[in-house]
């Protein structure tokens, strides 16, 4: 995977969600609601960090021996580990995909076609998901993470794994795994495109997620509120 493998036909930041995010409206373009100084210094960092990764390409993240890609790796894990604490159940219709998330994204991370930049990217289409209003619950959450990891190695490879492999990591039937891709295309109005700017910001929220020390802090994080604006309640666990 190279530069080109991210799309940015329109400049840094063009293919962002909404304007709170990606700039404009909302403080600092990326989090909102901070002070000038710091607003403008967040901003500086993530216009450095999107032209880094829009210079270098995704070769950056290559290696998953490399620390730096399991460091990403093992933020999101605990990240979406909190996610899944802080989410209400369900109903028990949507829970297709019969693992928990964690050992769902292990078992796709260990195989040699995954990568940490397909798991950046998933991630992405979550928080599009829920920027269009879905509400995550713990019984869909281990299949929407399936289904954005298969969507992102359907976009950034040309030989992405076939969907009896995509099955079995979710310990569920090629037929009801369609279903679940089509509603999560719909719900994605099918914008996968994902720009520089975008990881960016994921990765800033990311770093900040993981050098919180605990549950509360975490509640509080941008990244928490990005997936899940009532966090701020106690967890379950």
Known sequence: AGAMVVPNADGPGAACGRPKTCGGEGGDGVRGGRGDDEGASSSAVLELLASDIETIGL?????????FELQIFHS???FLEYLDSVCEEGAHDSDIVNCEVSECLDDLYMDSHITVVHVLVAMVYLHR??????????QALPGLV???VMEASKFLDD???RLNFWAAA??????????LEFHFLSALSFRLAVSPRDLASLLLDLFDFA???????HAQSPLARRFHPSSSRPSRS
Request: hydrophobic share 40%.
């Open 211 to 217: 050098r919180r020390p605990s549950l509360a802090p």
């Open 76 to 78: 999101i894990r605990d």
């Open 129 to 138: 998901l829920c920027e269009n209003g879905l509400v995550l619950t713990q």
């Open 146 to 148: 399936l289904v954005a």
């Open 170 to 179: 979710g310990a569920t039937t090629p037929a009801d795994l369609l279903l």
């Open 159 to 161: 030989n992405s794994p």
């Open 59 to 67: 070769e950056m993240f290559d290696g998953k021996d490399s620390a």
